[in-house]
Structures are given as C-alpha cells and as structure tokens.
C-alpha cells in the first residue's frame, strides 16, 4: 500500500464484522482505527498517512462496555478512557484508576480514545494490565483466540484485532500506580509504574519510555530473596530495567525508588 | 514509507450530523477532521487549531455532549452524531453561567483559548449536574492557556464550583 | 498589600472573546476571492540552493501563483535591527524554517498540493550548531560569525576582586524557550486597486511593518497599510514580520486576498524563539557581605538572522550589572553570535531575566559562603532611592528597593516547618529579586501617540497604535478616561492597531501604559476644553460650570447635555485631539539616558521536591511588585501571574533543544508549556510610593513578572534539597542523581 499525504486522499474501509475487518486489514495491509486519537497525531506529524484506514465499530458484540464474567471483568476493547474512568465495575475492581486517569492525556482525548489503543501503544493503562495479568480477547485471520497479554504481544499477527480483555477478579487486591511525566497533566509518559499485591504475590509492571515490561526478576527478588539479602533491591531492578531497554540511567533510578514507593504502600500492609 | 510523488484522489463521502441544532449533510473525504468542517463552514470561528494534534482544547467542542478537541474526530465518525460549539450554546444556562464567571473573574487574556476552555467547563458543570463528581479543575486539564497562567481560571472554578454547591 | 481579584470590565470585547466571534487574523477566512498561502521550507538547517524548480507546482489545480526569491518585487530581506534575513532565499539556507518558495491556491489542500511538487536541489554546508565554537566556523553573514559584542565596565574590577574574602564562579545555561502564544502567525494581504496592499494580520506593530513592507513589496509607504488585527498571544514572537511579506507578495502576484496561518509544526519551526544564554558570573564580597567586584561573560545563540538580538544582549548586560544592587566595579561583557540553531529574538523580558536569574544565584551562592542569610546579604548591598542606576544613569524607583525586600521577607511562604527529611516531599522556600526598565532602551527612538475624538454618533473614540494582543490595554485606557472625565466605560470606543491612524511605536518593552499615561494627560483636557467650549455655545450656560460625566455633560449634577445630543447638534469632527509623547528618559546630561523608569519585584517561591523522582512541583508563589500606580487591577494581576508562569515553564519544563541546527520538538505534544495542574496559587502584593507629584505615575508590567520567579524557584528549590540548579530547565534526573549522591554521603 502507498502512502498518501493528504487526509482527503485517504479511504475509510467501514466492515460489518470483525472478521470483515480482519480480511480487509490484511488484504491491504491497512492499519484499524477507533479513536484515532494515537494515530492522527502521529501522521500530522510526518504528513504522510496510510491510504486505508479500517474502522472499528464499537456496537460489534462485546466491543464495548464493561461487565463481570465467570473469569472476571471483561472489559470491551472499544471503551472510551473516559468510560472507563466512570463505570462503577471499573470502580469496584481497579480502585485507584479513575484518579490515575486524570494523568492519562487530556480529558477530550479520553473522551475520544479508547482502552485497547492505549493497551496496543503500550500506553499508561498496559503497565497494570501487564501486572494484572489480563487475557485478550482478540479476532485473527485464523479465527478467535484468548491468550494472556503477555504472550500476545510476543506474537502479535499486524491484522490481529483485539476485541477485549478480562481483569481476573482482582476484588481485594490492592494496587498502586504512579506516573512520571514532564509535567502534572497531559504529559507523553516517561515511566508508569503498575504495582499488585494479589494477596500472595506482588506483580510489578512499567511501561513508558524503556517499553513495557514486567519485571519478573525484580518480583522473584522481592518474594524469594528480599530477606536474605535485602541491600540488593537496586541493584537488581537496575539490571532487568537496564536489560530490557530502560537506557536512562537517571530514570532507572526513579523507578526503582518510585517502585520502592509503591511497594510500600502495597506489599507491607500484609 | 516513501513519499508519493502524485496527486491523491479523492473519495468523498456523505456525513450527516447535527451542529448546533441545524442538520448538516455534506459530502467530504471520510478522514476529514470535525474541525476543518467546522471552520470550512463559514459558521464557526469558536473552535481553533491550535496544534491539530489534539493537545492544546483550543477547538474543544462538545460531541454527543462530550467535550472533545475537533481536531481529532474524523469525518466518518460524526453520522448521526450531535455537534455544540459555542455559536450553539450561548442562550444555555449552564455556558452562560460559564461565561459570566469567566468574565468577572478576567479569566482571559488574547482570549483566543477561551471558548474551548469554556466548552470544557460547560461539559465539567453537565457531568457534576448529572452525579458525577468531576472537579472542574480537571474538566480544563486538556486546554493549554499561555497568557494568563490560569490564575482567573481558577478563580472563575472557584465561583462555578460555589454556585454548583449551593444549588 | 494584596491585590484582590476584582470583578473585571465586563466589555463588549470580553463577551466576543468567550463566544469566538473577536476577528482574530486567522479566523478571515471568508473574504471574496481568497487564496490560501503557504510556504516552502528548507529541509537543511545549512545548504546552499542547486535549484528550484517550480514547474510542476505551476501546472496543479487551483494554483495562481508560484513564487521564489526572483519574484520579490523590492528588498528581498527583512529584519526590525539588522535586515539579514531573506523574505525568500536566494542561494543559501541558514535554518531548516528558511523560506525557498511560496504558493496561492484556491484551496489550503491545492496549495499543499503544490509546495510538495517543487523540486529543490541543496547542497548541504557544514552546520555551525555549537555557539561556543561559532566564532572559529566559516561566517554564515559577512566577515564573522560574531553579530555583536558589547560590554560595560565601571571602576577597577581586577583590583576590587583582589580584596575580596569571598569570591564565587558559576557557569549558567538558559533554554530556547518558545512563547507558544496559541494562535500560530497568520493573516491576510488584500490589494487594493490602485497596486497597494492592505495587511490585516496579528502583530505587535502596524506602523515599523509598514516601512520594512513597503521595502519588500517596491511600494511606498503610503500605499501599505497594516491593520493588527486582536491577535491571539504575541510575548515578542510576533515582534518580526512573519507571514507578511510572503503574503504580500502573493496578493500582488494573483490580485486576490491571500491568507497565511502557519500551523503548529511550521510555526515551531520558523519562529523566533528566546535567546539561550551561556554565561559564567564570578562574584565578590567581603566579609561583612559588601560586593566588592563582579565579572560576567556571556555567550548568546541568535540562529540564523540576527532579529533582535543585538539589542537584547544589550538588555542582557544591563541587567548583568545587577541594576538593584550597588557594586563597587564590574567588568560585564557578552558576544552575540550566528548559528544554524533556527533564529532568536524578542521574547518577554528580553534578556534581562536570563540575566537576573544568574545573578540572584550568584548572591545566594556568596550568602552560602558566608553563611550569611541570603536577604540579609540583598539588604546590605541594595540600592537606595537616591542613588544613580548601577551604569550611573538617573533612575526614578516607585519604592525602594529594602521596602521590597523587607515585604518579601514578611512573606507567609517562609512560615511553614523547615524541609521534612522523612516524606516523600521535600519542601523549601526562597526569593529573588529583580529590576526592569521600562521602553525600548538606549540610543532608540522612543516615541508614541494618540487620538481623541467625539465621534458623529456621540462616542468618545480614544485612537493608538498599540496591538492587542491580550494585555487588557483597552479596560487600562478606557479607566484612565473614565477617571478623568467622569464618563462611563460605556461611553468609551477604544480603537488600537491601524496603521492609518495614530503612530504609538511597537507593541514591546513594556511600554504602552506609560505612553498611554503621558499621552493622555496631553489630550485629556484638550478635549474636555473643546467639548465644553461647544456645549456652552449649544446650551447657553456657563462653560466653567460644565462637567463632563456618565452619558453627557452635568451642571451642579443635572445633566444637561447628552454626547449624543453634542455630537448631532454641535461639531464633533472639531474635537479631534492628537498627541505624540517622547518616552520618559532621564533628564539630559544623563548618560545612559534608558532605563530611566524603573520596576522592581521579589518573588517568593515554595517548591516540592520529590524524593523519588527528583520532579519539582511549585506549590505557592508571593510577587511584591513595586510599580506605579495600578490603573486597571484585574490586568495588572493578570500580567503578573501570566508572566510567572511562563517563567516557571522556562525553569521546569521548557525548551526547544536542537541537535546538528534542528529543533527536537515541533509541536505541543513535545514542547511543554505548563497546564493548569502545574500552576501555584500566586498571591501578587502592590507597593507604591510614587508621590502625588510624579509625572510618570504609571508603568508597564507585562514583562515584570517573568523577571524574578526563575531564580526563585532555584532558590526553593536548593532551600528543599541543599542543591543549585544552574542550568535550565531543571532535569529531574539530574536533581535526582544528586539527591541520590547526597544520601549516599549521609550514610
């Protein structure tokens, strides 16, 4: 597919079904929009847009919306941030979002955007996904599939849809979750630090400028070794940040003392 | 991507939707944004492009009731959908209370950002109206100001936010 | 005392505001006929130009004119102190905002469509992106690189430092601040029929354009005029042409209307930005605290065109001499140079508060030294009312300087509990003090006027050349008429901004309210003279009797004449009053003769420091402002919280670094200007001592507030943590890593 330069130029492609959506995204190898609220950014930036667009339809079954299932909350990837920030499910399981919200773009573009493009970003809510382990629901050219978050993004197929994820039921767990970015709002993320305590074991997750990881060794350190040795806490969150692609230094610091910070607040009420 | 070379065709498409009351149908190339609309239309000079990028609210308008920046709602997404700007609102209770708060309390300078913030508040007042508690400070998290360094803003937040607790 | 916030003049002007209908430049894009202009942009911050080749473009729909520096019709090069900068490049490049070539198209999407089909061949020339090292590279203009070098000197410096007990040398770095005013350039060039143009676009002043257009388009003066039109922020930014010429040019190529509006990412790119400043400042004291000698040497990156520049190095060093304090000698001196680093120039105190940044620092760290409290070691070295200015100029102060001081030492922010060493928060307070000289400065003429006039409808119009940009000049006029006359505020027109009228100067410096002042105690009364003469003619009664007042003309509070009635019955044409007004500078024989008026503020920050993250919130702000008179409060406090902010951004969150000549950041996803979450609860404090008597009452703040708050901060700051930040914006990672050292050494 050419690219295009001017937003006139560019064709909506309007499928009726996901599966329609998915053939039409790899026939052209045509990227989905929803919000646009990532992607029209990107592309004023540069001036130069694909030629299709596919768009995502939130009234497609279970596109949209939030509700509770046998597995727990199921969370449909067309949500709009803000919708999210309101509903009272997303309340009752995941208390500290509605405030975290407030620091995730501005209140019009969560209005706009939606919960799976900010997932698909690796944007401020992939960080607790990542450490709520969530399961993605997503629509593929060979047809349907649930798989943890994790391994999904491993193996992403480009015309992979994704058409919601499930919180297990994370009721009485507690949580924690802090931003860094350049200013108090409405700032691109430099760091965003999920942390979970699931009542036996305390999940860690970052997403930002480093990418989105979760921080496997750092949580095996804080269960398994923290009281035999507990001065390498440091050492050892500074070397998984640094093997994964967090380079700044300075940064890495921050993180290690803001997940300090939460661990805190999370773990030591047990 | 490489650049292209040649011209683009264009596929217009017809949109229908409702702006300030009026029904709008027009036909326009899908990934259009609202706000060029808005502006093209020789009716609405309230909604700005401050960076087309949707991080400045300087064309802020309410979608569906929503306060939304216009610059990053495209063409195919407004059928059947409900456009408020400003041009649309001033006989509302709720923009002119907005609007009187925002003059006594001279929270405004060029002025040039001032109708998106006031579409941001009118929104913030409509949702605390309808249960939610949304503190008007965050309403206006999303609408850069360069001249006044929000020092009426707040005081104008300060005013709505005592009129709305009294009532 | 407080200045309160006080229910604003609810005028016409602020309702149209809110409801977007105030006919800002960019919003006429309905006029017959009109054509969308765009411009080409260079794709090298250097290079020199192989080829342009407009062939292509010419054959696209829609397009009526295609033009390159060849179609320049007068002076293909503009510039408000030096003209160096081409309207069009001819065969070079300087900065990647270089315009190579401009389009008219019917459509904005047409004329897009055409800039992508000219074919520009470059061949790209060694970058010269450090100005450290710019002197030593091949000139981008003339013979040098250096565009301008200044110093100034008094007493022995070298001797005076030998007998200092304490001496301390800091290097400090400022950012390339951008002033983000929300509406981007932008308006539109009308010809006329008679082969002039008319420009009605946003501005800071109508009639200086006027002269540089008239250059660029081979027209005479009298066949340009220029509206400025409400213009949506301006801070400096819009001091140079910027859309104009090209849209001049445009309009007398297709004889259409052309618009221009830069979007984000162009506007970022070509615009002027604030002047990054390199200086290192030594600085001595004796024991008792006297500063005995101060050295300054100072580097500043104006990019590719000098703009403004030379004469903001000279507001640089001006305020380098610490104007509020009295050092025995001094040895100032700074270089101006040339670089492919875009372009600087005229950005809301204009030098002077880079300037003031590095030397309140500088006395904080010789307060350190001597572990003398930092206001102490202001008090024993400030300026009395009495004393010359620091480059022995006359000086009229509003208050003295201790007064200021002592309030700001009064100040509530310094009550709270010193830093809690437990919590996450670190928290500090500290103060810095500044001084600005209002107008343009030394050796410029300096001059504006007004009109007054009793319109045919029975308005009294009030004419000046001022932009409005904001600034709330209208409500300041229209109190000061009301004042005098007793008139109501609805009685007032205020017209600003046309080139055919009245010649006040530009739009800067801080000077509109003080010509505002003078010239209206000129033509005040001249009109009130005129009116009454016509009234008594007109009503028979005793013309010494007739006052004016809200609607009309009073006797013993009747009133007997409406300015209605005045103006259908009498001769309101024969009202018209002009006036011009020579800025206020000091008497003759002074020399310098600038900065004759002078401001003061202190600010007081207070700041948290996070432990975790080295972030730095700025929790309250206290301005005592010494400034003359207040004539309208609401802009008064408004300027001053304003300029804060945009100070507070420039030392937390600001700046447009470049890598090999090009921006880092295009638009406000990238750049950071601070929301309303990033912003303190400012208290601003009014301290007037001007006598009754003074003929200079009133002064301008709109650059008064940015002057003090960045060095504030720092302070703060260093009070939270035991840490100077000198150079800008702060890094939190930096201020984190030496919150880590720190406690590293404390355990």
Known sequence: MSPVTARRAIRVLRPDSPGEAVRLARQFRAPYTAGGTWLQPAHERDQCWPEKLVALNASWPAFRGLEEGPDGLVVGALTSLSEMARHLLAREYLPPLAVFLNQVAGPGVRALGTVGGNLIVGGDLSALAMALDVRVDVVGHAGERALPLSLWLRERAPDDLLRGFTIPDCRGWRMSLEKLGYRERFSPTRATLACVHDGVRVRLAVSGEGGLLRLAATEAFVHDQAASAPGDFGAVIDRELAAHGWQDPDLRMALRRMTEGLLSEVALGT | MTRPTQPEICTPERVTFKLNGDVISQRVAPATTLLDILRDSGRITSARAGCRIGRCGACTVLLNGEAVPGCLVMAWQLSDCTVQTVEGLTEDPDFVQVRDALATESALQCGYCTPGIAVSLVSGLRQQQSGDAVDLQEAVAGNLCRCTGYGGLKRAIAVLTEASSET | MELKAQPAMAGTSVLQRIEGRFGYATDQQHLPGLLHGVILRSRHAHARLLRVDTTRARS??????????????????????????????????????DAIAAVAADTLEQARAALALIDVDYEPLVVVDQAETAEQMAPLHGESNVVARDSLARGDSNAAFARCAVIVEHHYQTPRQMHAFMETEGGVAIPDNNGGVAFRVGCQSGHRDVEQLADILGLKPSQVTVEATPTGGAFGGKDELTIQPVAGILALQTGFPVLIHLDRFESCRVGIKRHPVSVVMTTGCDRQGRILAHRVDALLDTGAYASLGPAVLENFLDHATAPLYRIEAYSVSGRLVYTNNGVSGAFRGFGGNQ???????????????????????????????????????????????????????????????????????????????????????????????????????????????????????????????????????????????????????????????????????????????????????????????????????????????????????????????????????????????????????????????????????????????????????????????????????????????????????????????????????????????????????????????????????????????GIRLRHLPVDAGSLLSALCAQEEQRL
Request: net charge negative; charged share 20%.
């Open chain 3, 355 to 721: 300037a003031t940044f590095a030397v309140e620092s500088q006395l904080d760290a010789l307060a350190g030294k001597l572990k003398m409290c930092p206001l102490q070691l202001r008090r024993i070295n400030l300026r009395t009312v009495d004393e010359p200015g620091s480059r022995g100029q006359a000086v009229r102060w509003t208050a003295p300087p201790t007064e200021v001081l002592a309030e700001a030492a009064a100040s509530p922010l310094w009550l709270p509990a010193a830093a809690d060493a437990c919590g996450r928060w670190l928290t500090g307070t500290g103060m810095a003090m500044g001084a600005q000289g209002n107008g343009l400065g030394d050796g410029l003429p300096d001059s504006g006027g007004g009109r007054m006039s009793l319109t045919a409808e029975g308005r009294i119009r009030l004419e000046f050349g001022f932009v409005d940009y904001g600034q709330n000049l209208v409500e300041a006029i229209t109190c000061l008429v009301c004042e005098a006359l007793g008139c109501a505020a609805s009685d007032v027109d205020v017209v600003l901004g046309n080139s055919r009228g009245p010649d006040s100067g530009p739009t800067s410096a801080s000077r509109s309210s003080v010509l505002v002042q003078g010239v209206l105690a000129t033509i005040l009364p001249r009109w009130q003279d005129r009116v009454r003469d016509q009234a008594a003619a007109l009503t028979d009664l005793p013309r010494d009797e007739l006052d004016s007042g809200p609607g009309g003309l009073f006797v013993n509070g009747q009133r007997v004449l409406s300015y209605q009635e005045l103006a259908k019955k009498g001769q309101p044409e024969q009202t018209m009053v002009d006036a011009s007004q020579e800025f206020p500078v000091a008497p003759e024989g002074n020399q310098p003769v600038g900065r004759y008026l002078q401001l003061q503020i202190a600010t007081v920050a207070r700041v948290a420091v996070d432990r975790l993250t080295g972030r730095v919130r700025v929790t309250e702000l206290h301005h005592i402002t010494a400034a003359g008179r207040v004539i309208y409060p609401p802009g008064y406090l408004g300027q001053i919280e304003g300029a804060a902010i945009m100070g507070l951004g420039m030392a937390l969150t600001e700046d447009m670094p470049t890598r090999e000549g090009r921006y880092l950041a295009d638009n406000l996803d990238q750049y950071m200007i601070p929301t309303m979450h990033d912003v303190p609860d400012q208290r601003v404090d009014i301290l007037d001592n001007t006598p009754e008597t003074d003929p200079f009452p009133v002064r301008g703040v709109g650059e008064l507030g940015i002057e003090a708050v960045v060095p504030a901060i720092c302070s703060a700051i260093e009070a939270a943590t």
């Open chain 3, 60 to 97: 696209m729909p829609g397009v009526r004119a295609v033009v390159t520096a060849a179609d320049v019709p007068g002076l293909n090069r503009f510039g408000i102190v030096v003209r160096d900068q081409p309207v069009l490049c001819e065969d070079r490049v300087r900065y990647e905002g």
